[in-house]
């Protein structure tokens, strides 16, 4: 996982993964597997990209300046840094 801003608060984290968690439920999502989904904790919107700059994009043509958790679908987390030595 990944977090779009610094203002971000446990509290934002766990609201976030509320909504990922409920959205998962209703939704099939065993096409989007690898791609990213960018949770807003404050409405519960998800918008669905490549990357991170995708859905950062979008919200930029919407006029939406909200911080977002990035997931990658289908995996527990958004970036792993480093390799196996």
Same mark, same amino acid.
């Given at each position: ?6 203002? %971000?608060? #446990? ?8 909504? %990922?968690?409920? +959205? ?7 096409? @989007? ?7 807003? #904790? $404050?409405? $519960? ?10 859905? @950062? ?5 919407? $006029?939406?300046?909200? #911080? @977002? @958790? ?6 527990? +987390? +958004?970036?792993?840094?480093? $390799?196996?030595?």
């Amino acid at each position: 996982m990944q977090i779009s801003s610094e203002r %971000w608060t #446990p509290e934002d984290t766990r609201r976030a993964e509320h909504f %990922w968690e409920a +959205y998962q439920r209703e939704h099939d999502l065993s096409a @989007l597997l690898d791609r990213t989904a960018g949770i807003d #904790p $404050g409405t $519960g919107r998800i918008w669905i990209g490549d990357a991170a700059e995708d859905i @950062l994009d979008q919200q930029e043509r919407e $006029g939406v300046d909200a #911080p @977002l @958790l990035f997931i990658r679908i289908g995996r527990d +987390y +958004y970036f792993r840094k480093g $390799g196996r030595q």
